[in-house]
T-cell receptor
Framework: RKEVEQDPGPFNVPEGATVAFNCTYS??????FFWYRQDCRKEPKLLMS???SGNEDGRFTAQLNRASQYISLLIRDSKLSDSATYLC??????????FGAGTRLAVHP | GAGVSQSPSNKVTEKGKDVELRCDPI?????LYWYRQSLGQGLEFLIY????????KSGLPSDRFSAERTGGSVSTLTIQRTQQEDSAVYLC??????????????????FGEGSWLTVV
């Protein structure tokens, strides 16, 4: 079983739609969680950290469910510019960041 | 520069040759990571340096891969006797806070643009 698992997609949604991604992790001792965004042939960039109480940044909402060991990302009012691959990241032991394989999102007009 | 700098940005090499990839992290960042990403795949952890601690080499795929970090700053990833399956983008990242760091901006890792390696 992979340490961090994501549905690879692609998720094809129209502009304005709401879309949600989930990510599961295997190490129950993991303490820190993040969502990164990666555009085609570009490096990953931090989208948002995921806090235990959940957090929101504009159209983006991240949630953590420790009991079920999953993290979610909700994008409201999708824009064309949201098209990218979204990487779920879990900090394992000794500060090692483990990346999921990513979920592709394609927003169309 | 303000960001993580990697060189070369692109490298084409013949099978069996050795290559060196360089990473210059953000000034003051104590943690440095190397990841590998094959086309259409996720990021594969290779190695992690934190200050003067022994590096975590658990992700290096074979003994043909090695990395060092001199003076706690610049890092070099070396691949000996390259094989075609080594073709990938090699991403370096750094963060301000390393082992035991708290969640927050200081814990964010920043990536370089990567070194695109093609073995022919």
């Amino acid at each position: 079983r992979k340490e961090v698992e994501q549905d690879p997609g692609p998720f094809n949604v129209p502009e304005g739609a709401t879309v949600a991604f989930n990510c599961t992790y295997s190490n129950s001792a993991s303490q820190s969680f993040f969502w990164y965004r990666q555009d085609c042939r570009k490096e990953p960039k931090l989208l948002m950290s995921v806090y235990s109480s959940g957090n929101e940044d504009g159209r983006f909402t991240a949630q953590l469910n420790r009991a079920s060991q999953y993290i979610s990302l909700l994008i409201r009012d999708s824009k064309l510019s949201d098209s990218a691959t979204y990487l779920c990241v879990v900090k394992g032991g000794y500060n090692k960041l483990i990346f999921g394989a990513g979920t592709r999102l394609a927003v169309h007009p | 520069g303000a960001g993580v700098s990697q060189s070369p940005s692109n490298k084409v090499t013949e099978k069996g040759k050795d290559v060196e990839l360089r990473c210059d992290p953000i000034s003051g960042h104590t943690a440095l990571y190397w990841y590998r990403q094959s086309l259409g795949q996720g990021l594969e952890f290779l190695i992690y340096f934190q200050g003067n601690s022994a590096p975590d080499k658990s992700g290096l795929p074979s003994d043909r891969f090695s990395a060092e970090r001199t003076g706690g700053s610049v890092s070099t990833l070396t691949i000996q006797r390259t094989q075609q399956e080594d073709s990938a983008v090699y991403l370096c990242a750094s963060s301000l806070v390393g082992r035991g760091g708290k969640q927050g901006r200081g814990n964010t890792i920043y990536f370089g643009e990567g070194s695109w390696l093609t073995v022919v």
